[in-house]
């Protein structure tokens, strides 16, 4: 069973910052396309920021400018900085790693709250 480890999420007062971890298997986190998504209560999972195994970045608009998504390989670990947090960024945040159709897996997430 694979698994990843998200971490780092917590409560924080508006235009506050955190950074989220996710840890990966060695085993198929260098050719794993990573991504970071949300869901907030009564809302659909969206994704958030995803990074391509050759370090390619994509951001929703909502955060373009706050977040920031990166990885290092060596350490099979994901990370999303967040800056400027706003109380609607106030979500579970999941980590997903996807290498075309051989695989899709999921954390199991971590809470992050934001008060105003």
């Known amino acids: 069973q694979v698994q990843l480890v998200e971490s780092g999420g917590g409560l924080v007062q508006a235009g506050g910052s955190l950074r989220l971890s996710c840890v990966a298997p060695?085993?198929?986190?260098?050719?794993?396309?990573m991504a970071w998504y949300r869901q907030a209560p009564g809302k659909e999972r969206e994704l958030v920021a995803a990074?391509?195994?050759?370090?390619?970045?994509n951001y929703a608009d909502s955060v373009k400018g706050r977040f920031t998504v990166s990885r290092d390989n060596a350490k099979n670990t994901l990370y999303l900085q967040m800056n400027s947090l706003k109380p609607e960024d106030t979500a579970v945040y999941y980590c997903?790693?996807?290498?075309?159709?051989?695989?899709?897996?999921w954390g199991q997430g971590t809470q992050v709250t934001v008060s105003s």
């Open positions: 060695r085993s198929i986190f260098s050719l794993s396309a």
């Open positions: 997903n790693a996807r290498h075309y159709s051989a695989w899709d897996y």
């Open positions: 990074i391509t195994s050759g370090g390619i970045t």
